[in-house]
């Protein structure tokens, strides 16, 4: 019953606070993942944005987040090299295009780009979108709103930030920079005119109610594109040997925020590729959105198998999600 009431209050356009999103995570699971369906459908129909991500500079991160393969901190297996060139970011844009996907994302390394690499970068977005047509959102880190503004003017549209858990929990995750760092560059890209996407990862130690927190933090921020990360441990860095989360509680993860954030694409992310249904059940429990292909450092999904998914689960990938 009580799932009915708040399902109907979100339905009616009111908000739900912290303590009835923390009463709704107790609830039997198959009833609160189809209220969050109901949910998404009432206010997202059946419209889903997918995107790929290319991993623009790897390793030598001078951040030590305990969960990345990148970080100088750790002794992993990840790849080094250096910002990609214009022909290199280009090629990948377009390999995506042609498969159907309307969105492309460079991500990089470090705690920001250069002011040389700035620059260096928006030539090849320019570049990107005078050859593609495919929308261009970026992850470069902790920028201001100077660097987003050429960022804009290039030619992308989104920037990703991710605050990865609740601002309590985050110290104990990251001691090289804070959550409120995160937050004003995101604020900084939303001056500019850019939209964002920020989300976190789950499996990091942290509780439901800090989950909940940092979901409540993305709807004060107005963030509508909210990736969800279920933590895929890495031989090397100190997340190595924490437990991953089953599909039952990414399922609960996902239909949680989708009551508290029930107009936003939800993004199933990095640690998909771990579930056997490959986040076939959390796209019926308030998911509509993920990234396809391969993650920075690990494996994904092929673009082929997902649009085969999505068409059988009756979504439509749609363009313009911002």
Known sequence: ME?????K????GEQIEK???LALAEM??????SGADEIRRAFCGNAFDLCTIINGKSGKCSENCKYCAQSSFYK????NYPLLGEKELTEQAKYNSERGVPRYSIVTSGKRLSGREVEEVCRSIRKIKESVDISVCVSFGLLDEAAFRKIKEAGAVRVHNNLETSAGYFPKVCTTHTQEDKVNS???????????????IMGLGERMEDRIDMALRLRELGVNSVPINMLNPIPGTPYENNPRLTEDEMCRITAVFRFLLPKAFIRLAGGRGLMKDQGRRCFLSGANAAITGDMLTTAGITIKRDMEMLEELGYQVVRDCE
């Not at 995101?186 to 976190?200: D, E, H, I, N, T």
């Open 76 to 79: 992993t297996d990840v790849e």
């Open 186 to 200: 995101l604020k900084a890209a939303q001056r500019a005119g850019l939209s964002v996407c920020s989300g976190g």
């Open 3 to 7: 799932i009915e009431m708040l399902k």
């Open 9 to 12: 209050k979100v339905l009616k």
């Open 19 to 21: 303590e009835e999103a």
């Open 28 to 33: 039997p699971l198959e009833t609160l993942c």
